[in-house]
């Protein structure tokens, strides 16, 4: 299986931009020196799991032979002329002189080959009698003498001379030219003064250049993939150079399971150890939810070739095997589940933006956990809600009010949570507010420009939007026993139908209002203009949906995971079953720049557009009206009802300083 099931960008300016190699901590290399000293000691490697294995296996054969002998099994005789012609060894030898035999008779019965074989033999005949001839037999051995005599005679001189010789060298002065030698010139090609020549240029060259490759550009764009390949999972760290197109790899990081959810954060414990004393540290960093896992690795991103994850959240702790007094028997190291870890697979997590340290995560065992990063490993999760009756699919939290936080579920509901309100292990109370859905839900979204809207898509295809402020009134209403025409309020403001085979994910574009992106499985994306929708105004037939305006498929397999880039408003990217990162560069694509580009504002930032578009008039406060009694919510309500009526009569509002008159 081939795939990637989560992307997730990575804000520009986060990353370091000159990303520096993995290096052992001070604890790494006291646990080296402790296992040279075991080895030494006991002449075994302490990391070979193999050797580990065969101890525990010779304890087993221990175990076995104090509780007695066991007897051997004795086979039957074989008789040899019942097996079969090809398992008899002794019949080997004479097929093999059988067919060498008949290779023999090939070789005799062929005209061709006994005329080569002639020829060759009147050729040796030649040679023979040519070396019989006498005359040709003293020219041979006068040479041979000849050579032998010069051979001694140089032997002998050299011998009988040699010290003659080298007196006569010492007296011979010395004629030759003397060039000097340009010391400058050396020095400048840096050969013996602590370099080796071109060689020493060409390695820093290399280092250059492989510099240059790690170190990441102002307008380079990161964004992190969770792919599965075969047997093999890892998170990729792409990088996108927006000015040329070009698109590659940085860095990867082994997972040890498959990869089902990311999130990006930038803040986390200093050391990633047991230290209560560490302060909270910025960086680049990503938390990895993965299948079968419980635990939740977080990984530095600006750390190359890194072995270990910084920090995990719950999963798997190993305790110490144990032995007994009386016989001595090795007991297998046991694992058991950190306190408040999940049980199950970790299918969704999201990181705080306005309370940085905060992380959410959803199980399939059915619940919804708060983590504190800042808090040392094995620290149990900061809150656990359960109102949830199936698995967790997705869970986001609000753009600017950091403590609500919205969950969606297989039970076919998305929930509210105020996480101020909330109490670990409730299944209900007044800080969860719900909303029902077709089917089981995919995706989740806040609208940034409208934030009092979130946006749900489900399993079979269908999108839909609800005014939070409205739901908080109406459950309101509903606990103090309101009337069935209070309870329609629960109803979203929009819905459609995205994709006939289902919607995988959503995503609001973070600079233009009313821009909002879905993919399915049917391998296309889509754009949408729900800014209309979204106010609840009337267009096209009086259908308050919103309109499609482009989409494209990406050939990139079924899509699973979809997002937009938070630092320009015209780069999304996706991917799926064709394990391929798809990017779509909308700057190219006219319709979409007729239809939008005029929303974008030179000085507009990333969710803190208003959602009056214009109007002034301060709203009530969002988290208020959430955490307000009956009366609060009920003026909001109200409120809101009067400034859709004058909209649809088309008066218009009174600017703040006509007001007074």
Not at 10 to 30: C, F, H, I, M, N
Not at 473 to 502: C, F, L, Q, R
Not at 637 to 646: A, I, L, S
Request: aromatic share 4%; net charge negative.
């Amino acid at each position: 299986m081939s795939m990637i099931s989560c992307i997730e960008w990575v804000p520009k300016g986060v990353a370091d931009p000159t990303p520096q190699r993995y290096k052992l901590s001070a604890a790494e290399l006291e646990l080296m020196a402790e296992l040279q000293e075991e080895h030494e000691a006991t002449g075994k490697d302490p990391t070979n799991r193999s050797a580990l294995l065969e101890e525990s296996d010779d304890d087993d054969d221990d175990e076995e032979e104090e509780k007695g002998p066991t007897r051997k099994s004795v086979l039957p005789p074989v008789d040899l002329d019942t097996l079969p012609k090809d398992l008899r060894m002794d019949d080997y030898s004479s097929d093999e002189e059988d067919a060498e035999a008949k290779l023999g008779d090939i070789l005799v019965g062929n005209d061709d080959m006994d005329d080569d074989m002639d020829s060759d033999e009147d050729d040796a005949d030649e040679l023979e009698k040519i070396e019989e001839d006498p005359a040709n037999k003293v020219s041979e051995v006068t040479e041979d003498e000849g050579s032998k005599e010069d051979i001694d005679s140089d032997d002998s001189d050299s011998d009988e001379g040699s010290i003659d010789d080298r007196e006569v060298l010492y007296d011979t002065p010395d004629t030759r030219e003397y060039t000097p030698v340009n010391v400058e010139g050396l020095r400048s090609m840096a050969v013996g003064f602590g370099g080796g020549g071109r060689e020493d240029f060409e390695d820093e060259e290399d280092d250059e250049s492989a510099t240059d490759d790690v170190n990441l550009r102002p307008d380079d764009a990161l964004i992190l993939v969770a792919k599965t390949e075969e047997d093999f999972a890892s998170l990729e760290v792409h990088v996108y150079e927006q000015n040329t197109g070009n698109l590659y790899v940085h860095h990867d990081i082994p997972l040890p399971s498959y990869p089902v959810c990311l999130a990006h954060g930038d803040i986390i414990c200093g050391d990633g150890n047991n230290n209560s004393e560490a302060q909270p540290t910025p960086g680049n960093f990503c938390a990895v939810g993965m299948f079968d896992h419980p635990g939740i690795e977080i990984w530095n991103l600006d750390i190359l070739d890194v072995l270990e994850p910084t920090s995990v959240l719950g999963g798997l702790v190993n305790h110490p095997a144990t032995t007994t007094s009386k016989k001595k028997k090795k007991k297998r190291a046991t694992t058991r589940l950190s306190p408040g870890s999940h049980t199950d697979t970790v299918m969704c997590l999201d990181w705080n933006k306005v309370h940085r340290q905060i992380i959410a995560s959803g199980s399939a065992d059915h619940t919804v956990k708060l983590w504190d990063v800042t808090r040392q490993n094995g620290a149990p999760p900061a809150s656990t809600c359960t109102h949830h009756t199936d698995k967790v699919q997705s869970v986001k939290f609000h753009p600017t009010e950091g403590t609500l936080l919205a969950t969606g579920s297989f039970d076919r509901t998305v929930a509210v949570v105020d996480a101020r309100t909330a109490v670990n292990g409730s299944k209900s109370g007044s800080g969860v507010l719900r909303m029902t859905l077709s089917a089981d839900c995919e995706g989740l979204a806040w609208d940034p420009h409208h934030m009092h809207n979130l946006t749900a898509a489900s399993e079979d295809g269908v999108v839909s939007t609800w005014d939070v402020r409205m739901l908080a009134a109406s459950t309101s209403d509903d606990n103090v026993g309101a009337s069935s025409s209070s309870a329609k309020t629960t109803k979203p403001i929009w819905s459609m139908v995205a994709h006939e085979t289902g919607v995988s994910d959503i995503s609001y574009n973070p600079y233009i209002p009313g821009f909002l992106t879905t993919c399915g499985i049917d391998q296309t994306l889509s754009l949408w203009d729900c800014q209309h929708a979204s106010q609840g105004i009337m267009i096209e037939n009086n259908k308050n949906k919103p309109v499609r305006c482009g989409g494209r498929n990406m050939k990139g397999g079924k899509l699973y995971t979809l997002s937009f880039y938070p630092s320009t408003p015209w780069l999304v990217g996706c991917a799926g079953s064709g394990n391929e990162l798809c990017l779509w560069d909308l700057r190219e694509e006219e319709s979409v720049q007729h239809r939008f580009a005029e929303r974008l504002a030179s000085d507009v930032q990333p969710n803190l557009v208003d959602g009056n578009d214009g109007d002034t008039t301060k709203e009530p406060d969002f988290e208020a009206v959430m955490t307000a009694g009956d009366d609060a919510a009920s003026k909001a309500r109200e409120n809101m009802t009067k400034n859709t009526k004058k909209g649809k009569d088309g008066k218009k509002k009174k600017k703040p300083h006509r007001k007074g008159k």
